[in-house]
């Protein structure tokens, strides 16, 4: 293997992110690029080179917010949790990496813009509630998908604010329905978010406890018979003298479940969705040769406690793991054994998947050119021949077993009809770019589990509620740990705006909690 190949798989398979998590759990700000004049700011909270011990000293003194998880929900919990005025706050992340999902991301992000001199300022809102209300159906819950249309344009405007520079490019990802998504332009935006959202929350001292499991919510009864969450208790990665778990508590005001999704859990998915066993990779790992937490904890330490869970059974497939490289809708056509183009490539994921599904097929070809900017993952796919190049139409028809004339049609149509703004396979307008610049680039495109649309039923100030609509004092949660912002259906770039906008309300609601339980315990509430 040659060295530049083998740089390649390190970048391209996420070991990268794994080896800048390795780095953050011992020392994040210099992992953030950081210089040595934040360490100032972070006190502690930046000197993750100390033993992971350090927990136990912590253990018993009492945190205003503890969050669980450190993908961008948790991230942005934790920081207007400290803005809220919260000022012991702590994540616990039970891998060596921060980040989550979100770091592996290619960072979509759904925005609703809205225009204060025009006659209409809330149209964009609207739209975009519209759009994902038809995707969710009746699982949607319209306040929290008001909620996050509302917000989504101040959220991406407060993370412009800790330093991550949005591109002025709105485009459509795929599996949206219109063109309301930015980022910051880079193959890896995730990295970008969290790399700014992980330097924020060390300078303003939150700390992050890596290799620190969460495992049971600490509650307390109350008098009149309900339940309050009062902790969080966690493994620390070791064992003790008997060869246990090392375990600790971490007694807390208020706690935030950020642990994202269950599609990494087989066991649990199948609970829901008997057909998603375990032939199907997750997007985090489509190989099933690396390390994916979305195992479903939040979930289960939540239901444990009283949670109401909703829409379990719609788990999101998308086409991932094969012949895709590009993230937004009109720079490749995905065609079928004949060569010939079957779905439009803009359609939302759960339409796709029915309309794979009706071939009695589970994959399909992705073919684009050398004008796009391709994903991350193109290095790695060349490596082991998941995408194939090509220098001509032929010779890609020949790779495929598909008809010449019938693929070299389908691609002159295509190329015709982005041209003209309309497409005639289908009957409506589109935008795209033609594919005529070789190489060509193609592959067998299959499914994985990308994202768990049901989890932890929550109100709009992020608590989380019982099955009778009661708030479980002290818990609250955000991201995809949750379940009725999308229904039953995600559409493209709504997940990491969902992790920003409900993060962001859970850490203020969180924070609001304990300022106002230590009051009442120090005695200072007013009357």
């Not at 502690?44 to 003194?61: G, M, T, V």
């Not at 063109?179 to 001292?205: E, F, K, M």
Request: aromatic letters at 6%.
């Amino acid at each position: 293997m040659t060295p530049d190949i083998f740089r390649r798989r390190l970048l391209d398979r996420t070991v990268r992110a794994a080896l800048l998590g390795g780095l953050l759990a011992k020392a994040p700000a210099a992992a953030w690029g950081a210089d040595a004049s934040d360490s100032s700011d972070s006190s502690d909270a930046s000197d993750s080179s100390e033993p992971e011990d350090i927990a136990e000293d912590f253990a018993h003194e009492i945190w205003d917010v503890v969050v669980v998880g450190s993908g961008t929900a948790g991230l942005c919990a934790a920081i207007a949790a400290r803005e809220a005025g919260a000022r012991r706050v702590v994540i616990l992340e039970k891998l060596a990496l921060t980040g989550g999902h979100g770091i592996l991301s290619s960072g979509s992000v759904a925005v609703a813009t809205r225009r204060p001199q025009s006659e209409d300022p809330d149209a964009d809102i609207r739209e975009m509630t519209a759009e994902m209300l038809r995707a969710g159906g009746d699982l949607a819950r319209p306040e929290l998908v008001r909620k996050l249309a509302r917000e989504s344009e101040s959220a991406v405007a407060w993370l412009a604010g800790m330093g991550v520079n949005w591109r002025n490019v709105r485009y459509r990802a795929v599996g949206s329905v219109t063109a309301r998504n930015i980022s910051t332009g880079s193959p890896q935006a995730g990295y970008d978010y969290v790399s700014a959202l992980s330097r924020r929350a060390v300078a303003i001292g939150a700390e992050i406890r890596h290799n620190t499991r969460a495992v049971r919510l600490l509650t307390e009864t109350m008098p009149d018979g309900s339940v309050q969450v009062v902790g969080v208790r966690a493994a620390l990665g070791g064992v003790d003298d008997r060869g246990a778990p090392s375990m600790s508590d971490f007694p807390a005001r208020a706690v935030v479940l950020a642990t994202g999704g269950f599609g990494a859990n087989v066991g649990m998915r199948m609970k829901y969705a008997p057909r998603l066993d375990a032939t199907y990779g997750t997007t985090a790992n489509p190989n099933r040769d690396l390390l994916d937490g979305a195992e479903g904890d939040g979930i289960r330490m939540a239901e444990a406690v009283g949670a109401e869970l909703v829409g379990m059974e719609h788990i999101q497939l998308i086409p991932y793991s094969g012949g895709r490289l590009l993230d937004f809708v009109g720079g490749e056509i995905w065609v079928n054994d004949a060569g010939e183009r079957f779905v439009p490539e803009g359609v939302p994921f759960a339409e796709l998947a029915r309309i794979v599904e009706d071939t009695g097929n589970r994959s399909f070809w992705a073919i684009s050119d050398a004008t796009t900017q391709k994903g991350a993952s193109l290095g790695v796919k060349l490596d082991e021949a998941i995408v194939r190049e090509a220098a001509t139409i032929e010779e890609m028809a020949h790779g495929m077993d598909v008809p010449v004339g019938v693929l070299r049609r389908t691609i002159v149509t295509w190329n015709r009809d982005v041209k003209r703004g309309y497409d005639t396979r289908f009957g409506f307008p589109v935008q795209g770019v033609p594919i005529a610049k070789p190489p060509f680039y193609y592959g067998r495109e299959t499914w994985s589990v990308h994202f768990t649309c049901g989890g932890v039923a929550i109100d709009e100030e992020a608590r989380v509620l019982t099955a009778r609509c009661r708030p479980i004092f002290g818990l609250f949660a955000a991201g995809e740990v949750t379940g009725g912002v999308h229904g039953k259906d995600r559409l493209g770039g709504m997940s990491m705006t969902d992790t920003f906008v409900f993060g962001r309300t859970a850490g203020r609601s969180a924070a609001e909690w304990a300022n106002a339980t230590a009051k009442l315990r120090e005695g200072t509430a007013a009357p």
